[in-house]
């Protein structure tokens, strides 16, 4: 492989050739990696500019050398020096002593929100102890407080509809909003399709297949419909999925469980419930 390298102009022909001499997917170095399509698409075209910037461009390339089991290290000194002479625009060279974190393993947004505010819920709750027990005693009205009484029921609840379930027998079609890879296949992991899909293009599951499932990096841009019926999407937001179902069957089982309402025999009309009780 040494040998053929000098047939390589770019870092990105290094990458891509190598991962098809280990026949894998561009998709399955993104299960591994963690990093976008698209971004995984811009490298391997050499589009640096698509990406935020060169310390990205470097962090996600060494990323998918690892992958591959190459020399992350010489990957990334090679990028450099790409960058350097391409004078892409917004991109400066790192210094060569400068290894850009593997920025594939940065915690998300939402864990980062999550842990700051488990950490508040814990401050307040230390300094409402202490300064309840600091004073020797806990105040009466906290603790006996008085229940409302709830209004009697005069007539039974009508559970909601379930928004959105579909005809379980129904037939599937996936339909692209944006350009999106996908890759469906069955139970035994027979491939039934795998392409990307443009804006308007559409891919109808057979009904005949056995436990068909969905792998792809774009959720969000896929319409999901039943007969003809949009039902809930497979996500709202960019992040790589594998092995979903979307036969009928699972998309309306799961559709009727979000829109399952509670037992109405255990609810009154207009009563405010607890907040520790709402979903979020």
């Given at each position: 492989m040494e040998n053929a390298e000098f047939a390589f102009?770019?870092?990105?022909?290094?990458?891509?050739?190598?991962?098809e001499r280990r026949t894998l997917s561009l998709?399955?170095?993104?299960?591994?990696?963690?990093?976008?399509?698209r971004h995984l698409e811009a490298i391997e075209k050499s589009e640096y500019e698509k990406l935020p910037g060169s310390t990205y461009a470097i962090g996600f390339t060494r990323s998918?050398?690892?992958a591959l089991e190459m020399d992350d290290a010489k990957i990334g000194s090679d990028l450099r020096i790409e960058l350097a002479q391409s004078g892409i625009g917004g991109f400066q060279a790192?210094?060569?002593?400068?290894?850009?974190?593997d920025l594939s393993s940065v915690p998300?947004?939402?864990?980062a929100w999550?842990?700051?505010?488990?950490?508040a819920l814990i401050i307040g709750g230390f300094l409402i102890w202490r300064s309840y027990f600091m004073n020797g005693e806990l105040p009466v009205e906290s603790i006996e407080t008085e229940q409302p009484s709830l209004p009697a029921i005069s007539a039974p609840i009508k559970a909601p509809a379930a928004i959105g379930a579909g005809n379980p027998d129904g037939v599937v079609t996936l339909t692209a909003k944006d350009v999106v890879w996908i890759k469906v296949y069955d139970s035994a992991r027979n491939r039934l399709f795998e392409s990307e899909m443009k804006a308007g293009d559409k891919f109808t599951?057979?009904?005949?297949?056995?436990g068909p499932m969905i792998v792809t990096g774009?959720?969000?841009?896929?319409?999901?419909?039943?007969?003809?019926?949009?039902?809930?999407?497979?996500?709202?937001?960019?992040?790589t999925i594998a092995d979903v179902a979307i036969s009928a069957a699972a998309l309306s089982a799961r559709d009727g469980a979000a829109a399952a309402p509670s037992n109405p025999a255990t609810m009154a009309p207009n009563v405010a419930m607890p907040a520790d009780n709402l979903e979020p």
């Open positions: 102009h770019t870092v990105g022909e290094k990458l891509k050739a190598e991962r998709d399955e170095i993104a299960l591994r990696t963690r990093i976008p399509m998918y050398a690892r790192t210094t060569p002593n400068y290894e850009p974190a998300s947004r939402t864990l999550t842990a700051a505010i488990v950490g599951v057979p009904k005949d297949a056995n774009r959720p969000h841009m896929l319409t999901v419909m039943i007969d003809g019926k949009e039902v809930t999407p497979l996500s709202d937001r960019e992040l």
